[in-house]
C-alpha cells in the first residue's frame, strides 16, 4: 500500500455559501451574567476573555450581559481591564478594536477573592444583584470553572451551599473545563460533587473538540447523506485511523501535563469522543439527549484492552530533543518544570474494538502525540479492499497488483485545513488498465463564524448541551482508559524514554502496532 503518494487531485468541491446572518439554528442567547472563577489565569487569558469579546463585537451576545471575574490577585475592575486587554490584544492582533474593546470592557468586573474561604461566596450573591439589576440579567447565571481541577470541588461546593446554584428566578449553570477527574473514581466523586447542587440539565462539561467545525459535521456528513451510512460498517471498512497530532511541546503546562500524560489528556477526551461520533448508531433526532444516548452505547460496547496482552493494543512515548519547522527543541524531559527522569508519555497509540453489530472485528487505531512533525488531526476511514481484481492479468505483469492498489479512504480533516476527501481508483488516461488514485476534495473555506470556544460559549448561554460531555460519558470513558492508565503507570520504570524524537512521527513500536495486522499508519 503506498501511503506517501498524493494523488493528483481533480476538481474541488468548495463551500461558497456566504454566512448566514440568522445563524442557521442558533438562538440569540436570553440576557445572562457569567462568573469566571480563575479570571487572570490561562485560559482566561487565551480563550475565555477573547471569545466573549469576540462573540460581543460581532453582535452574537444578548444586549443584558456582564463578566465577573474572581482571583486570587488582589486588584480592581480597571486593574482587571488592563490584564484582559493585553490577552484579547494579543489574541487578535489583526482586527482588535480599542473602541470596541472600551465598550465590551464597560461589561466586565474584578472581584479578588480567597476560593478556600466560604465568606467571599456568602458575600457573591451581594456583588452579583447589583449588577444583575444594571444589565437586565435577572438571576441567569453561569459559573465557569476556569480552574486548576483541585479547587474544582470547594468552589463547586461553595457556590451550592451559597444558594447560587437555585434556579428559582433564573438559571444557573456550571462549566467545568477538562481534565474531567483523574481516574474512575475521582470523575465519579466529582459527578457527585457537582451532583449535589446542580443537575445534569445546568452541567456543563468541556471538551472542544466538540465544538470543532467539521466534528460537529460528522453526524451531518453521515446522516444527511444516503450513500455512505450503507457502507459505514464491517462489511465495506478495513479499519479507521483517528489521529490528533501536534507539533507544539507541553509549553508551560509541565505542572498538569506530568501528572497527566497524553493518554488522561487526549485519550479520555477528545480521542474517544472522535471515536463514538465516527461509530455511533444514527440518534433518533438531533437534540442532545438522543446523541448522548448514542455515545453511550459505543462507549459500552467499546471490548475492555485485555490488560495481560497490553503491548499488543497500546504504545506509549515520549520526545527528546529534534528539529521542528527547522527549529531545535528541547526533549520532553528538559521543559521548564519537567522531571529529568519524568516517565510522563506525550505519545501513545491504540488499537480498540467496538464489539457490536456493526463494527465486530473492525479495528480502530488511535494516536496522539506532541512535537510530531506535523499538527492535524483527521479521521480515516480504510475501506476493504476490492474482492476481485478483473484487471489482474494485466496489473500483475506491470507490478500493479491487488496489494498495490489503495483501497478506498474517505478522510474527514478536523484541522488544519478542514475538509473531506474520498480517494478512489480511475484508470491512467492512455493506459490499456493502469490504475491511478484520484482524490475528490471538499475544503471549507475559511468562512467559520463561530471558533470552538466562542460556540460553546454561546451553547451554554442557550442551554444546548449538544456539545458538553455528559456525566455518564465521563464516567464510561474513564472506565475504559483507567485500568490501562493503572496497569501502565506500574511499568513506568521499564519505559525506554525519550523513543522519539522531535519533528518525528512517534515511535518506531507505534508503527509495528499497525504492522503487525498487516496495516500501516496515514503519513503525518
Ligand atoms: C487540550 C490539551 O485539551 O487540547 C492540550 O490539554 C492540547 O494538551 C490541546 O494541546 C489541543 O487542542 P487543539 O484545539 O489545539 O487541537
Redesign the pocket.
Known sequence: MNEEATPPSGRQATCTAAPRPDFCGIEKPAPCGIVIFGACGDLSKRKLIPSLYRLFTNGHLPDGFFILGSDRIETDDSGFHGIMEEAASAAFPDNFSQELWLKFSERLFYTAADFNSGDFFVSLPARLKPLEKKFGTGANRIFYMALPPAVYETVIRRIGDAGLASEENGYSRVVVE??FGFDIESSRHLNGVIGASFSESQTFRM???LA?ENVQNILMFRFANSIFEPLWNRRYIDHVEIT?S?T?G??H?AG??ES?G?LR??FQ??ILQLLSLTAMEPPAAFVSERVREEKVKVFRSVRPVPLDRLSEHVVLGQYGAGRINGEETPSYRDEPGVSKTSTTPTYAAMKLFIDNWRWSGVPFYMRSG?RLSK?K?EIAIRFRAVPHLMFSHILEPIGQGRDNIDPNLLVLR??PDEGISLQFQTKMPDSRACLRPVLMDFRYEKIFLLD?YERVLLDCMTGDQMLFVSGEIEELTWGLLSPVIERLDGMKNSFAFPNYQAGSGGPAEADDLMRRDGRQWRAL
Do not use: C, F
Open positions: 477538562k481534565p471538551d472542544h473538540y470543532k490528533i501536534e507544539l507541553v509549553e503546562r498538569y501535563y497527566a497524553v489528556d487526549m477526551n477528545h506532541k499538527g488531526a478536523v484541522q470552538a
